[in-house]
C-alpha cells in the first residue's frame, strides 16, 4: 500500500454528516495539509490536476499553474526526473532538493496508476531532520579530533616517563607539565559537553529572578584582570542595573564572552576589551566589544555552533573547545533573550545579548 493509497482509507473513516461535492483527491489535499505534507496529482497529459497548500509552498507554485504541464512550472529538476521515472516503475521514492542552492529537501513518494494514468506525488520536508543528522555528524566528528590530541600527548609524554625519562629530573618536569596540560584541557573540553547537553535537554535548573548584575560583573572583571594584568578590560555600566536572570548563568556568559573577547580580540595594536549596556525596550542588551581583526560575514552566524572556530591562523593556533559560544546562546535563549555579533568600528567585534529588564 502506497502512502498516498493509506491516507485515503484512513480518510473513509471519517463521518460526514452533510457529504460535500468535494473529490476524493481535494479531501485528502486538505487531511495532508493538516500535517504539512504536500500533494501533487498529474493527469494523463502531464499537466497539474491537482496541488495542496503545502506543495504550492515546497514548490514556489500558484493555483493558476493547474491544467499546466508539470515540467513548465516545477522547477526542481529531482522532482521532474521522478515523475518521468515512475511511469515505467509504478512506485518511486526518493529524496530530492528544492529548487535553489541551500533549498529545503524532500523526502518523495510517487505512484503511477496505470488504469487512470494519472501519477500521484506525496512530498514531505526533511530539511530539519537531515540538518540534526547533520549537526549529530559534525558533533561526532569534531569530538573525535578534539579528544585525539590531548590522549595523543598523554600517551606519548606517560610512555617517555616510563621508557626512563623518570631518571633525567629536567625532562621528567617537562613530559608531567605536559601530561597536566592536556588533562586540563580534556576535563574543560568533558565540563562543556556535559554542560551543554544538559542545556539542550532541558533539565538545566533556572532560577530567573530581578537581580542587580552590576557586582557580578565587576567581580568577574576583577578576577580575569588579576589572571590576565596585560589586558585592559573596561567596565561602563550604570550601578544597581536590575535584569531578570539566573545568577549562575549570567555569570557564565558575561565570563565565556569576555575570555573569548580576550583571547581572540587583544592584537599588538589593541589590548582592550570593552564591557557596556544599554536598554532596548523592554530590555536590556549587553556588549562586549574588543579591536581584534573581526569575523568574516559568512561566518558570524556559524561562531555560536558546536566546536565550531574562525578559520583564522590566530584563532585556531589558541587552545579552544569551540563549545563556549554555543553554551552562550544556549543559556540567553533559555532566560528568552536573544544573541548575536556584528562588526565594531573601525575594526573587531561586538557580542551582544539582551535579557528582560526587571
Given at each position: 500500500m502506497s502512502f498516498l493509497d493509506f491516507f485515503k482509507k484512513k480518510e473513509t473513516s471519517f463521518q460526514h454528516p452533510e457529504p460535500t461535492n468535494n473529490s476524493s483527491a481535494r479531501d485528502l489535499s486538505g487531511v495532508l495539509d493538516s500535517v504539512g505534507v504536500g500533494l501533487i496529482v498529474i493527469d494523463e497529459n502531464d499537466c497539474l490536476l491537482e496541488l495542496n497548500e503545502s506543495s504550492m509552498g515546497y514548490l514556489g507554485l500558484a493555483k493558476n499553474t493547474l491544467g499546466i504541464k508539470a515540467v513548465e512550472v516545477i522547477k526542481s529538476v529531482g522532482l521532474i526526473n521522478l515523475i518521468k521515472q515512475v511511469k515505467e516503475s509504478v512506485n518511486q521514492v526518493e529524496e530530492i532538493s528544492g529548487t535553489h542552492a541551500g533549498d529545503k529537501n524532500f523526502l518523495v513518494s510517487a505512484t503511477y496508476d496505470k488504469e487512470s494514468h494519472e501519477t500521484q506525488i506525496v512530498m514531505m520536508d526533511t530539511t530539519r531532520s537531515n540538518r540534526l543528522e547533520n549537526v549529530?555528524?559534525?558533533?561526532?566528528?569534531?569530538?573525535?579530533?578534539?579528544?585525539?590530541?590531548?590522549?595523543?600527548?598523554?600517551?606519548?609524554?606517560?610512555?617517555?616517563?616510563i621508557d626512563g625519562a623518570l631518571e633525567d629530573e629536567e625532562a621528567a618536569k617537562k613530559f608531567s607539565t605536559a601530561i597536566l596540560k592536556n588533562a586540563e584541557k580534556l576535563t574543560l573540553l568533558l565540563s562543556n559537553i556535559l554542560n551543554l547537553s544538559t542545556i539542550e535537554s532541558g533539565e538545566y535548573s533556572l532560577d530567573i529572578?530581578?537581580?542587580?548584575?552590576?557586582?557580578?560583573?565587576?567581580?568577574?572583571?576583577?578576577?580575569?584582570?588579576?589572571?590576565?594584568?596585560?589586558?585592559?578590560?573596561?567596565?561602563?555600566?550604570?550601578?544597581?542595573?536590575?535584569?531578570?536572570?539566573?545568577?549562575?548563568?549570567?555569570?557564565?556568559?558575561?565570563?565565556?564572552?569576555?575570555?573569548?573577547?580576550?583571547?581572540?580580540?587583544?592584537?599588538?595594536?589593541?589590548?582592550?576589551?570593552?564591557?557596556?549596556?544599554?536598554?532596548?525596550g523592554q530590555k536590556m542588551r549587553f556588549e562586549i566589544e574588543?579591536?581584534?581583526?573581526?569575523?568574516?560575514?559568512?561566518?558570524?552566524?556559524?561562531?555560536?555552533?558546536?566546536?565550531?572556530?574562525?578559520?583564522?591562523?590566530?584563532?585556531?593556533?589558541?587552545?579552544?573547545?569551540?563549545?563556549?559560544?554555543?553554551?552562550?546562546?544556549?543559556?540567553?535563549?533559555?532566560?528568552?533573550?536573544?544573541?548575536?555579533?556584528?562588526?565594531?568600528?573601525?575594526?573587531?567585534?561586538?557580542?551582544?545579548?539582551?535579557?528582560?529588564i526587571d
Amino acid at each position: 500500500m502506497s502512502f498516498l493509497d493509506f491516507f485515503k482509507k484512513k480518510e473513509t473513516s471519517f463521518q460526514h454528516p452533510e457529504p460535500t461535492n468535494n473529490s476524493s483527491a481535494r479531501d485528502l489535499s486538505g487531511v495532508l495539509d493538516s500535517v504539512g505534507v504536500g500533494l501533487i496529482v498529474i493527469d494523463e497529459n502531464d499537466c497539474l490536476l491537482e496541488l495542496n497548500e503545502s506543495s504550492m509552498g515546497y514548490l514556489g507554485l500558484a493555483k493558476n499553474t493547474l491544467g499546466i504541464k508539470a515540467v513548465e512550472v516545477i522547477k526542481s529538476v529531482g522532482l521532474i526526473n521522478l515523475i518521468k521515472q515512475v511511469k515505467e516503475s509504478v512506485n518511486q521514492v526518493e529524496e530530492i532538493s528544492g529548487t535553489h542552492a541551500g533549498d529545503k529537501n524532500f523526502l518523495v513518494s510517487a505512484t503511477y496508476d496505470k488504469e487512470s494514468h494519472e501519477t500521484q506525488i506525496v512530498m514531505m520536508d526533511t530539511t530539519r531532520s537531515n540538518r540534526l543528522e547533520n549537526v549529530r555528524r559534525d558533533f561526532i566528528t569534531n569530538l573525535s579530533h578534539e579528544l585525539r590530541t590531548p590522549v595523543s600527548v598523554i600517551r606519548a609524554n606517560s610512555e617517555s616517563l616510563i621508557d626512563g625519562a623518570l631518571e633525567d629530573e629536567e625532562a621528567a618536569k617537562k613530559f608531567s607539565t605536559a601530561i597536566l596540560k592536556n588533562a586540563e584541557k580534556l576535563t574543560l573540553l568533558l565540563s562543556n559537553i556535559l554542560n551543554l547537553s544538559t542545556i539542550e535537554s532541558g533539565e538545566y535548573s533556572l532560577d530567573i529572578r530581578s537581580t542587580n548584575v552590576t557586582p557580578i560583573i565587576n567581580n568577574i572583571v576583577s578576577n580575569l584582570k588579576e589572571a590576565n594584568p596585560a589586558v585592559d578590560i573596561k567596565v561602563t555600566i550604570n550601578n544597581d542595573l536590575m535584569v531578570m536572570c539566573d545568577v549562575q548563568a549570567f555569570e557564565q556568559i558575561i565570563t565565556n564572552l569576555i575570555e573569548n573577547g580576550m583571547k581572540y580580540g587583544v592584537t599588538d595594536n589593541s589590548n582592550s576589551v570593552l564591557i557596556n549596556a544599554k536598554p532596548i525596550g523592554q530590555k536590556m542588551r549587553f556588549e562586549i566589544e574588543d579591536k581584534g581583526q573581526g569575523i568574516a560575514p559568512e561566518e558570524r552566524k556559524r561562531v555560536f555552533e558546536r566546536f565550531y572556530r574562525v578559520q583564522v591562523k590566530e584563532v585556531l593556533a589558541n587552545n579552544g573547545t569551540g563549545l563556549g559560544l554555543s553554551i552562550v546562546k544556549n543559556l540567553v535563549h533559555l532566560m528568552d533573550g536573544s544573541v548575536g555579533n556584528e562588526q565594531a568600528h573601525p575594526t573587531g567585534t561586538i557580542f551582544w545579548f539582551t535579557l528582560n529588564i526587571d
